[in-house]
């Protein structure tokens, strides 16, 4: 198993709306990329995190880096795989493995 890898991620914030909506949000736009719409394109349009703006890129990391949720979900993906939705202290997370 690689000890660096690059994810991308959409991040449905608890922060601004209730847990269930935000659960029913992020499953809905699992749905659409599931559908075929493009991860990144939906990052821009619906991602609470900053890098929404760059369709979602969270660039190379490594193990410790990241929240342990998240970072077990990344690290357990094949390159190109969907997670399903996980959550975190943030909220739900939609993530992308790329590399």
């Known amino acids: 198993m690689s000890d660096e890898i690059r994810a991308s991620h959409i991040l449905v ?27 990144a394109e939906i990052a821009r349009a619906s991602s609470d995190c900053p890098s929404g703006a760059g369709g979602g890129d969270l660039g190379h990391f490594g193990r410790g880096v990241m929240v342990p949720e998240f970072e077990e979900a990344a690290f357990g993906l094949e390159v190109d795989g969907l997670s399903g939705l996980v959550e975190t202290d943030f909220g739900y997370h939609l993530i992308l493995r790329t590399e």
């Open 13 to 39: 914030s608890t922060d601004t709306r209730s847990k269930d909506d935000a659960k029913a949000e992020t499953e809905a736009l699992r749905q659409k990329i599931n559908d075929g719409a493009d991860f």
